[in-house]
């Protein structure tokens, strides 16, 4: 899998409501190996597990174009905004870094775990003095 990540995805959102704020696209490919990998734990009933935001986003997207939950290969543009209320249809696990406040990064892992969850998450990380962003400190949430 390879999505090709831009500023894009660090730009804080300045816009009150949500769904206003632009999610530029970003060129992402799932190779026919990856993708059967993903069927066939899912098939199986297995976990399937993203090593970060850019993961999720690539395989979300490219959820929408596969028929009964599985994957097909894929290329093509990642543009979605995922925020809470978001239903995942790949991704059973992630793991991730801790993100900046009003990144479209923060919406998404709270759209997955609760922001109540990640929020109780980020008090501790603070008090323990992790570090945040993309060379920081990494959580685990199933």
């Not at 993708?35 to 090593?51: D, H, L, P, S, W």
């Not at 543009?77 to 990064?105: C, E, M, R």
């Not at 775990?113 to 400190?137: P, T």
């Amino acid at each position: 899998m390879t999505l090709h990540v831009g500023l894009n995805t660090f730009r804080p959102v300045h816009v009150e409501d949500i769904l206003k704020h632009t999610i530029f696209p970003e060129y992402g490919v799932i190779s026919a190996e990856v993708a059967a990998q993903i069927n066939q734990a899912k098939t199986e009933g297995r976990r399937v597990i993203c090593v970060g935001t850019t993961s999720v986003r690539l395989v979300e997207s490219a959820a929408h174009t596969g028929k009964g939950g599985l994957l097909r290969p894929w290329d093509g543009w990642v543009n979605d905004f995922i925020y809470p209320g978001y239903q995942f249809k790949v991704t059973d696990a992630l793991i991730t870094n801790f993100h900046l406040p009003k990144s479209t990064l923060l919406m998404l892992v709270s759209a997955f775990a609760g922001k109540e969850l990640i929020f109780k998450a980020y008090r501790e990380a603070i008090e323990q003095e992790y570090r945040f962003y993309s060379f920081g400190d990494a959580m685990l949430i199933l």
